[in-house]
């Protein structure tokens, strides 16, 4: 399935059970971007506008670029949209002018493009020493409740391979030689989650089951650990939130590093 379907029919369980990102990675971002109120963030794959609207609520312009129709009309519809352009497009081809923006991010989304595309598409449309930034939240298996549930989602078709790749995307922003001063860092973040929200956070993955089967024993297994982990109707889920940034150069040069 190309990537921007595989959330068909999951944009309102995306939007409304999705863990936003600590305040601190943003923190880091706008400290490392150099970003002032008025700067322009690109965010590709920008989903239902979790990230997005983070960033609009800061102060900065953002244009959200998304493929899902599905997905965008879904970030349309939520809180702090009217402050974001959200438009259709994609990470290897946005339609933006070159060299417009501040900050490119992408948040949740890089494993799901075409890596070598996307980054010259990023490259194009930065300013001159602009930034860019891949964010992603993992979780924490040093947590007990967490690993537990990592258990339960490394049980479903796919999600080994995607989890694998997801958490290797993120390098090759740093060995991309267009781009200089790269970082990386990794932040404490949670959700707290009833067990509709574990429930709805589960299936609004992309390699969620569907199948009747196979969704109905996986709605058991997150019942039975939710009732083994709750406390006071509640789960928190670990996340560590990787961040990877880098600055555009201006001519091709071998200066990463974190």
Request: glycine share 8%; proline share 5%.
């Amino acid at each position: 399935m190309e990537p921007d379907r595989r959330f068909c029919g999951l944009a309102e369980s995306y939007g409304q059970f999705r863990p936003d990102y600590p305040a601190s990675a943003l923190d880091w971002i706008i400290a490392y971007g150099q970003l002032t109120p008025g700067s322009l963030l690109i965010d590709l794959g920008a989903g239902t506008g979790i990230a997005s609207r983070a960033f609009a609520a800061r102060g900065f312009r953002v244009i959200g670029i998304e493929p899902n129709e599905e997905m965008r009309a879904q970030a349309s519809c939520r809180p702090g949209a009217t402050a974001i352009d959200y438009r259709s497009g994609s990470a290897e081809s946005t339609g933006l002018p070159s060299e417009i923006a501040d900050l490119v991010l992408a948040a949740q989304a890089f494993h799901w493009f075409n890596p070598g595309k996307a980054l010259e598409e990023a490259y194009r449309i930065l300013k001159d020493r602009g930034s860019i930034a891949l964010m992603w939240n993992e979780r924490d298996e040093e947590d007990p409740f967490t690993a537990a549930y990592g258990d339960v989602i490394r049980l479903f078709p796919g999600a080994k391979d995607i989890e694998s790749q997801r958490q290797q995307a993120g390098y090759r922003l740093l060995e991309d030689t267009r781009f200089c001063e790269a970082r990386r860092q990794e932040l404490e973040h949670f959700q707290l989650a009833s067990l509709e929200e574990l429930i709805g956070r589960t299936f609004s993955a992309s390699y969620a089951p569907r199948e009747p089967l196979m969704a109905k024993r996986a709605r058991a297994d997150l019942r039975q650990l939710f009732a083994t982990h709750e406390k006071d109707g509640c789960v928190v889920i670990r996340y560590r939130t990787s961040v990877y940034i880098a600055r555009r150069s201006k001519l091709a040069c071998p200066c990463g590093g974190w």
